[in-house]
């Protein structure tokens, strides 16, 4: 056993946004002495290749899509050249990288000491980390926190899968995809896609069922299909995959699938797979401190953030409860409240209800709460009333009939005060309208508090407060 090179009051493994959030509050409110272990780029998944070049990405499809409708308002755009992909990219890349360096001066700011290296637990009291510059420590630590996030799947079983990318790899694509194939049916596939065709890709979206956003309300689920299909995105339904095979030298490969049409081939220059996320526990080393996990790898931890060894912890990707980063970001800030911050924060942890979340699709879509299906499940059907809104928002009051896109609303409320226990928005500005009625519910807002409130005129959002 390799003497111990540090102690350390938290040791933090991970520095995703969950982690450090965690690590800067133990030590920079709480006086903690913590170190910080991150074998890749400080920021995690969001940060690196998730919510933030994903929103700069949606952005850039957003003008495209602008640009289009520009005309509708007597503007004439000529586009001398197409989408500049490489420039943007870089330029995206650049802008990750200033993020990185900000999180690094963070965590010095707050005391927080950084290794950037490979952490392995060898016992429930012990780390060792094998850094990046072929040096190696051994810490003790009283509290360990696993935050290690999680990794995109690629399926094992199809074939040439590897001949593929993830969405990984998508924010390393030096040049935009004439032809792209996308599969999965979850929010990362969705935004993907939209993202492509409106930057100009052909565009192909593999789904195993007739919608995708399963998770969703069937109200979500049915129309943001409809309006994929709509604006021209191959919806592959009841599809599967059999095979996948390079084509040429420059990238072409075939795709050989099944779908609600029958068999078929697809020759593109991009395959990308949204099929789920593992968590990152490879090489952690938990069976050497004991620490469970479940059926599908994630560490086993409670509300409070604990595993079933006292002095380990887990929340974010790699514990699998919400897979959102702010929720990585509260949970982490509140549990090292707990741990260090005195008897005022003894019983501090996360509520994982009633948590907003949106999908950076083309449109957007805002959920929190039940979907309905969930609600009548839960309370009954004679406990639940749905209100609903399906509109055209004024935005496309100057267009065509056939490039207006849909605006749908939902209100599911429960029991004779009308408790909203669901809200469920589609359309344009749902991503930020959305926080702001996440509030309301939180707090448990009635259908009649919804009423009460004087509707901003025009807005998509006074739809909410005058549903009849």
């Not at 059926?295 to 409670?302: F, L, S, T, V």
């Amino acid at each position: 056993m390799a003497p111990i090179s540090k102690e350390c009051d938290y040791l933090v493994i991970g520095g995703g946004s969950g982690g450090l959030a965690s690590a800067r509050r133990a030590s920079g409110q709480h006086g903690a002495k913590v170190i910080a272990v991150e074998s890749n780029r400080l920021g995690g998944t969001c940060v690196n290749v998730g919510c933030v070049p994903k929103k700069v990405t949606w952005n850039a499809a957003f003008i495209a899509e602008t640009i289009q409708e520009a005309a509708a308002y007597g503007f004439s755009v000529k586009e001398t050249a197409p989408f500049d992909w490489n420039t943007f990219k870089h330029k995206r890349d650049d802008y990750v990288k200033r993020l990185n360096g900000i999180y690094e001066k963070n965590l010095s700011n707050d005391k927080v000491e950084y290794l950037h290296g490979r952490a392995h637990l060898l016992n429930k009291n012990e780390v060792e980390v094998q850094l990046s510059d072929g040096g190696k420590e051994t810490i003790r630590a009283k509290k360990i926190l696993l935050a290690t996030g999680g990794h995109p799947n690629i399926p094992k079983n199809i074939p040439g899968s590897e001949l593929g990318i993830t969405s990984d790899g998508f924010f390393e694509l030096e040049k935009q995809p004439k032809k792209v194939a996308l599969i999965g049916a979850g929010y990362i596939a969705v935004e993907m896609a939209g993202m492509f065709h409106a930057l100009g890709s052909e565009t192909h979206l593999f789904i195993r069922h007739d919608t995708f956003l399963r998770n969703f309300d069937p109200m979500i689920q049915e129309r943001a299909t409809e309006e994929y299909k709509r604006q021209g995105i191959h919806i592959h339904t009841q599809s599967s995959q059999s095979k996948v095979e390079k084509s040429s030298e420059d990238g072409w490969k075939t795709l050989h699938y099944e779908d609600s049409a029958g068999s078929g081939t697809l020759d593109i220059d991009c395959l990308l797979w949204a099929i789920g996320r593992s968590p990152e526990v490879e090489d952690l080393g938990l069976e050497k401190a004991g620490v469970k996990q479940n059926e599908r790898g994630h560490i086993i931890a409670d509300d409070y953030q604990n595993t079933n060894v006292e002095n380990i912890y887990s929340l974010g990707d790699v514990s699998g409860k919400v897979e959102l980063t702010p929720v990585a970001i509260a949970a982490g800030r509140l549990l090292a409240n707990r741990l260090f911050g005195g008897p005022a924060h003894k019983d501090a942890k996360l509520d994982y209800n009633n948590i907003p979340s949106v999908v950076f699709a083309h449109p957007e879509v805002g959920s929190i709460g039940l979907s309905e299906p969930e609600a009548r499940e839960r309370y009954g059907d004679d406990a639940i009333k749905v209100y609903t809104s399906s509109f055209t928002a004024m935005y496309y009051a100057m267009m065509a009939a056939e490039d207006k896109g849909p605006s749908s609303y939902k209100l599911v409320c429960q029991g004779p005060e009308e408790r909203v226990v669901g809200l469920h928005i589609l359309g344009l500005g749902s991503a930020e309208m959305l926080q702001g009625f996440g509030v309301a519910v939180k707090m448990g807002a009635r259908k009649r508090d919804f009423d009460s409130c004087v509707a901003i005129h025009p807005t998509s959002a006074e739809e909410l407060v005058t549903m009849k």
